[in-house]
């Protein structure tokens, strides 16, 4: 059975930093892409960043790019999502997802990934 951890929010001022962890146990495949995604109050949940099993393909949305990273480490069956210059608007609960297959036309929609963690809240507030 998949299960899958996040960790690392918190309450954090505007421009400050944060690093959330995932952590996903029971994936068979040896392969398989990794994705944040987050989901604010009233708001649907969208796609924030991307990264295959060997790390070389990621992808970014438009929002975050420049200012987040995600990374992992297959060794401990982790990803990480660098979150630095946070705004009010990076407040949601974050979301980790996985799954075989992710093309790149769609890594940001919620109906590609059958494997999701239950979240962890970021806030952004002065």
């Known amino acids: 059975q998949v299960h899958i951890v996040e960790s690392g929010g918190g309450l954090v001022q505007p421009g400050g930093s944060l690093r959330l962890s995932c952590k996903a146990s029971g994936i068979t495949r040896d392969y398989y892409f990794v994705t944040w995604f987050r989901q604010a109050p009233g708001k649907k949940r969208e796609g924030v960043a991307c990264?295959?099993?060997?790390?070389?393909?990621?992808y970014y949305s438009d929002s975050v790019k420049d200012r987040f990273t995600i990374s992992r480490d297959n060794a401990l069956n982790a990803v990480y999502l660098q979150m630095n210059s946070l705004k009010p608007e990076d407040t949601a609960v974050y979301y980790c997802?996985?799954?075989?297959?992710?093309?790149?036309?769609?890594?940001?929609?919620?109906?590609?990934?059958?494997?999701w963690g239950q979240g962890t809240q970021v806030t952004v507030s002065s």
């Open positions: 990264i295959s099993s060997d790390g070389d393909t990621k």
């Open positions: 997802a996985a799954d075989e297959v992710v093309l790149a036309s769609t890594w940001d929609w919620i109906y590609e990934y059958d494997y």
